[in-house]
């Protein structure tokens, strides 16, 4: 049997560092490619390829920034200080590459929609883990724009049927992160 203990300790030990703490640095193409690669081979039930990436490089970066995380977020909290507004200015630009992953299920007879979403995150996780093993810093956010239809729409998704699943965003690691805190296997797991 081929082993590679490498791989079984990267798993073990690899921990993400968050978008605030992370500099943008720059990710080699050729890593971007290797890690959008290996993010669309997962285990999806049927080859449905139920999801779409996008990738947010360089310009694009700030112009969504400032067309779309911004102003949605002025509309929604008309009362937010300054200084709390001004964070949702550079959201994106917290990292050189952000890699957006949208759930887009598909009509099937036997395959239920939540295998199709289950499929979209293992997308997330593997992107996630591939940049990680190529030693950079990177996290899967949420926040709040990915509940944004305006943000949806503008990544190309159909609001009211796709959904987006997370945003990969992938810079330089400049601190190593701290541990966070890990489950108890006695919790988590139980054999029968
Ligand atoms: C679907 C999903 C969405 C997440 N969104 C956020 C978020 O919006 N803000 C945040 O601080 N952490 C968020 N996280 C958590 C972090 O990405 C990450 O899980 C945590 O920092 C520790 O991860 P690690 O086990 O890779 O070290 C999210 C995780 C998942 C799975």
Known sequence: MLRDPKIIEFLQTRRSVTAKTMAPGKVDPMHLEQILAAGIRVPDHGALKPW???VITGEARRRL?????HPEFKAANPA????VSAIEQSRLQ????VIAVLASPVEHPSINKWEMYLSAGAVCTT????AQSLGYAA????????YNDSMLE???GRVGHDRIAGFIYIGEKIKKPIERTRPDPAVVISRL
């Not at 920034?65 to 995380?69: F, L």
């Not at 937010?80 to 200084?83: G, I, L, M, V, Y």
């Not at 917290?94 to 590459?97: M, Q």
């Not at 996290?139 to 990915?146: C, K, M, N, P, V």
């Open 80 to 83: 937010a200080k300054p200084e």
């Open 94 to 97: 917290r990292a050189d590459v």
């Open 52 to 54: 779409r990436l996008v």
């Open 154 to 156: 503008i990544l190309g």
């Open 139 to 146: 996290q899967w956010l949420t926040e709040w724009y990915a």
């Open 65 to 69: 920034d400032e067309t779309v995380i």
């Open 127 to 130: 992107l996630l883990y591939a």
